[in-house]
């Protein structure tokens, strides 16, 4: 099945560090949505973007939705230990006909190195 | 705890067999949505019921279906298994029927290993 293009793969990083995600799709979508997923658990919905353009924030996650309608991009500020994990994006798309789609990205696995 | 249970927590089974995943939703929750997990292809969303009704469909083959009940419940069935059907399946459940505009609330998944 389709994935996006999430990047970076991985990070490392520090306690306290900012990070930066993004996604990009071929595909234009309508909803823009990100989770995370921790182990041994199902995702969990951060954020979700429906506009084109839009700037959405949830404590100290900050996610846009792309203009041209085929990339989002997700921030988290000042990382703290849970936020260890992994984070998917996932854009949701209705054809002319009718027709939903919803296809995830590779995710991104963020790691705090102590 | 999302409140989305699923059972069994795992299972494992035989190539050419035959599983069944249940999924209880949220209390009052309408919809229904039923993802594969695996290494190579990630999370691939399979099909979503709306009070039992078949409502979107994604990447599901045709050796897997799944029904809504009317109480609710869903059931996943899964048939003449391969060794690539090994993964997490996960069950979510919303409110309403937007497959995009819906929170969903994810279940703790099934693990599945086919040998």
């Known amino acids: ?114 | 705890d999302s409140g989305v249970t699923q059972t069994p927590k795992h299972l494992i089974t035989a190539t050419g067999q035959r599983v069944t995943l249940r999924c209880s939703p949220r209390s009052g929750d309408l919809s229904v949505y039923w993802y594969q997990q695996s290494l190579d292809q990630g999370l691939q969303f399979l099909i979503q019921y709306y009070n039992g009704e078949e409502r979107a469909k994604g990447n599901i083959l045709e050796r897997f279906s799944a029904q809504q009940f009317p109480d609710l419940h869903s059931e996943l069935n899964l048939s003449s298994l391969e060794l690539g059907d090994s993964a997490l399946y996960f069950c979510a459940s919303s409110g309403n029927r937007g497959l995009g505009t819906d929170t969903q609330y994810f279940g703790p998944g099934t693990r599945l290993t086919v040998l």
């Open chain 1, 1 to 114: 099945g389709q994935q996006l293009n999430q990047s970076p793969q991985s990070m490392f990083i520090q306690e306290g560090e900012d990070v930066s995600m993004n996604c990009t799709s071929s595909s234009i979508f309508n909803t823009w949505l990100w989770y995370k997923q921790d182990p041994g658990e199902g995702p969990v919905l951060l954020i979700a973007l429906y506009k084109a353009g839009e700037l959405t924030s949830n404590g100290r996650l900050t996610a846009q939705f792309g203009t041209t309608r085929k990339d989002s991009f997700l921030n988290i500020s000042a990382s703290i230990p849970s936020d260890v994990g992994i984070y998917f994006c996932a854009g949701h798309a209705i054809s002319n006909f009718g027709n939903e789609k919803l296809t995830f990205g590779t995710g991104t696995r963020l790691t705090i190195i102590p």
